[in-house]
């Protein structure tokens, strides 16, 4: 069994900057696409960005395209979210997720395969 675990987050101002880092532990996660989400309370998360396994193919919704930059750094087995110009609707907790089929969860068909612990960004305005 492995375990994700991100770090990075924090309180930064609009139109600033954060990177979150998602750290493997346990096992390697070379093989695994790697996965962001956020996710705010009460509603289901939310998918932000995803890497495929070899950090070749990049993914991001609508709502971060541009702003946001996913990488990893499989000799570090750890995965990268640097995030740009922030914005107050950006606030919510932040999660990194392991998936094995990166297909089927982008067509919304399976879900991933581990979660990190999150971690909370908050824009303020």
């Known amino acids: 069994q492995g375990h994700l675990v991100e770090s990075g987050g924090g309180l930064v101002q609009t139109g600033g900057s954060l990177r979150l880092s998602c750290a493997a532990h346990g096992r390697t996660f070379s093989s695994y696409a790697m996965v962001w989400f956020r996710q705010a309370p009460g509603k289901e998360p939310e998918f932000v960005a995803a890497v495929n396994w070899s950090g070749s193919n990049t993914y991001y919704a609508d709502s971060v395209k541009g702003r946001f930059t996913i990488s990893r750094d499989n000799s570090k087995n750890t995965v990268y979210l640097q995030m740009n110009s922030l914005k107050p609707e950006d606030t919510t907790v932040y999660y990194c997720?392991?998936?094995?089929?990166?297909?089927?969860?982008?067509?919304?068909?399976?879900?991933?395969?581990?979660w990190g612990q999150g971690t909370q960004v908050t824009v303020s305005s």
């Open positions: 997720a392991a998936v094995a089929n990166l297909r089927a969860l982008l067509d919304g068909h399976n879900r991933p395969d581990y």
